[in-house]
């Protein structure tokens, strides 16, 4: 059972680059998610959905897009990487929307700008 | 404002012993979720335990619990019998009626043999 699959794992690109990270699920959850993990913030919400074709932001969604075409797949995009970019992204989904489910987290993407 | 804070940023434990790591949180809404997950030193994020706002117990899995102060919005976690391998990152999240999943800066612990 693959769960949340995130690619690529590593990253590395030059200020001004465009890249698409991506993540897709196979339990046919409703709620997918993105997050940026730095050191001493913990995890902050860039963009999320509640199912096909819907989106919304998050906490830090500056620099980035997202769509969601299929219920399986939620690729983030960032359209012009930025040093402030540098972060260890997780894509992360739920089976729905109510407050007592979990979270299943991918294994994550450090991704470099320089 | 922060919605979950974590006040430790790293601890030491000696094996065997127990730890427990401070929660709070800040919200208006009566029904919401609260988390605890590991993220060891290979990266992944693993789900520890869950307590709901109207639950009346503390929650428990294994080694972990979850002592639920909800007049104090207190969530904090207890690892019994510490483990070598409980060295870990760990973060306390709450997901409300918004269905986000807030995360607190997380504690380091490190626990010696």
């Known amino acids: 059972n693959a769960g949340v699959t995130q690619t690529p794992k590593f990253q590395v690109l030059k200020t001004g680059q465009s890249m698409t990270l991506q993540c897709a699920q196979d339990m046919n959850h409703e709620y997918m998610s993105w997050y940026r993990q730095d050191p001493g913030m913990g995890l902050r919400l860039i963009h999320y959905s509640v199912g096909a074709g819907i989106t919304d932001q998050g906490e830090v969604p500056n620099g980035y897009n997202v769509s969601r075409s299929t219920t399986e797949d939620f690729p983030l995009r960032l359209l012009s990487a930025a040093p402030s970019q540098t972060s260890v992204y997780f894509c992360a989904s739920s089976r729905g929307r109510a407050t007592n489910e979990k979270l299943f987290f991918g294994s994550g993407t450090q991704l470099s700008v320089l | 404002a922060q919605k979950i804070t974590q006040t430790q940023p790293g601890m030491f434990v000696q094996e065997k012993e127990a730890v427990t790591l401070d929660c709070t949180y800040d919200?208006?809404?009566?029904?919401?979720?609260l988390f605890w997950y590991k993220q060891p030193s290979s990266g992944e994020m693993i789900f520890l335990i869950y307590?709901?706002?109207?639950?009346?117990q503390n929650a428990t899995e294994g080694r972990y619990s979850l002592n639920f102060q909800k007049a104090r919005k207190s969530a904090n976690l207890v690892i019994s019998a510490s483990q070598l391998g409980d060295s870990a990152m760990y973060f306390c999240a709450m997901r409300e009626a918004d269905y986000k999943l807030s995360f607190g800066a997380g504690t380091t612990v490190t626990v010696r043999a």
């Open positions: 307590q709901g706002s109207y639950d009346q």
């Open positions: 919200t208006s809404d009566p029904s919401y979720g």
